[in-house]
């Protein structure tokens, strides 16, 4: 077999499970809650570390930012066995009860990107895999067990499981009135909100779509790093840019489904 093209390796060690943070730079960080973490490969945006989960290894691999780089990377992982992905990420909180610092855990994401409508229309949902999403839920719980590494920040933190928004367009969310189509995304972000969307991020659509299409199982865990709608009410918004909680959950997520729920981390 020859190597992947854009990832840059051929041989994934007999890893079924991935993390996929966005951020190369992340990459190192998530990579030492594993055991035995080490550099394994780098090409373009795509940085990846192994290390083992209950002696399974599992791989971590950025993505870069966006769905066209994240269904890319999808498909490549694919092609080398990769079973069950779980992306990590950070986010905006868009509720007004999500707040920095708080945990997302998407079961489905709004298909507002554009790489996921190459796939399948619009009209199909982009859903997390059941399974996966549970073991997040459990892998929540198992992290905020873990004293020894305990922060404030991840004592009072929030786990909020649902809807996210989807987007390719960071500034089109932050400044839209500048884009040509400003009114359209106002009211849309408005319909979002009162719909009860969460939170917005840019790869989760992506992942839930074209996972589906290729039969592989995916989940994603965000956390929140401030909420422009509680500061836009004048309310408590102290941006928290530490995403290590939704690492743990995303770790201890692995765990669960390897060990079938039978947890020894505490």
């Known amino acids: 077999m020859e190597k992947s093209y854009h990832i840059g390796f051929k041989d994934a060690c007999g890893a079924k499970y991935a993390i996929l943070p966005g951020d190369p730079g992340r990459v190192e960080t998530i990579a030492k809650e594993l055991d035995n973490p080490r550099f394994f490969y780098q090409n373009r945006e795509y940085t990846t570390w192994i290390g083992n989960i209950e002696n399974e290894p599992v791989l ?9 780089s994240t269904a ?106 500048r884009m040509p189509v400003g009114y359209e995304l106002k009211e849309k972000w408005q319909a979002w909100i009162k719909a009860g969307c969460l939170a917005s991020e840019m790869e989760s659509a992506t992942l839930y779509i074209v996972s589906q299409i290729l039969e592989i199982k995916a989940g994603c865990v965000l956390s929140v790093v401030w909420n422009q709608e509680r500061e836009n009410m004048g309310l408590s918004n102290k941006p928290v840019k530490d995403p290590i909680l939704a690492v743990k959950t995303a770790v201890e997520a692995i765990r669960v489904m390897i060990t079938g729920g039978k947890t020894s981390c505490c």
Do not use: W
């Open 72 to 177: 890319i990377g999808v498909e490549e992982l694919k092609v080398l066995g990769l079973e069950t992905l779980i992306r990590i990420g950070t986010c905006g909180g868009m509720h007004i009860n999500v707040e920095a610092g708080d945990v997302v855990i998407a079961t489905g994401a709004i298909r507002q990107d554009g790489t996921s409508k190459e796939y399948v229309p619009v009209e199909f949902p982009a859903l997390a895999d059941l399974t996966v999403t549970n073991a997040l839920v459990e892998g929540f719980k198992q992290a905020q067990k873990i004293k020894h590494q305990e922060t404030t920040q991840e004592q009072n933190a929030k786990l909020h499981t649902g809807i996210v928004h989807c987007k390719d367009s960071f500034y089109g969310q932050h400044s839209p009135e």
């Open 60 to 68: 971590v691999m950025s993505t870069g930012m966006g769905g066209a």
